[in-house]
C-alpha cells in the first residue's frame, strides 16, 4: 500500500539528515489539504513556524492568508503549504544548498502523494530550485510554465514584501493570475 501523507510526516518528524535538526524546536512538515491541486512552496521555518510547527504562521503568514483570501484559496480547505527545508536555518539564513539537496525528498514524497496541478514558488529558493536556477522573481513572477506534467509559478515571497510594500500591488497580480488559471483550467477548489 502507497504511504500516506501522515505515515509521511511521521517518518519525516524523526529526520537527522542534516545539521539543521539539530537547531529546531519543530519540524514543520506542511499544513494543508492532501487533496489540494495547488500547492505552494516557500523557504523554511522562520522563528514562529519552528516554535508552532506550522508553515507561515508569523508576519508573512498572515500577508499570504491574506492574498490566498482574496482568490478563495483558504490553507484549511483548497491548498496544500510547505518548504523547502522543514527545519529552521539559524536566524533565519537562506537554507543552504546542500540542506535543500538532503530535505528535498521528503517535498518530492509530498508532490507523490498529493499530486497537485499546479505549484507556486514562494520566492527565490523555492523558484530557483524547483523551476529554473537562473529564475528572477522580478523578471519572471506570475509566469506560468510547465515542468513534468505540473504548472509552476513562482512569485515574490511575502517576507520580502514586507520589507517592500511598493512590491504588493504586483503580487496581488500574480494571485489574480493564478485564479484565472484554476478557472480555465476548470480546477475546483
Ligand atoms: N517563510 C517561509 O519561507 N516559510 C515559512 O513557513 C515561514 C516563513
Ligand atoms: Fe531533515 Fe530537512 Fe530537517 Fe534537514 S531540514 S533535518 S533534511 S527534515
Redesign the pocket.
Known sequence: MAETIEELEIR?RS????P??ET?KN?VFGVGNKDADIMFIGEGPGEQEDLQGYPFVGRSGQLLDKYLEIIDLDRKKNIYIANM???RPPQNRDPKSE?TE??IG?LRSQFKIIRPKIIVCLGRIAAQRLISPDFRVTKQHGEFVEKNGVLMMGTFHPSALLRNPSQKSIALEDFQKLRTKIKELGIRI
Open positions: 519525516c529526520c537527522t539528515k542534516c539543521l535538526s529546531r519540524l527545508v522543514k527545519c540542506e538532503m530535505c521528503w
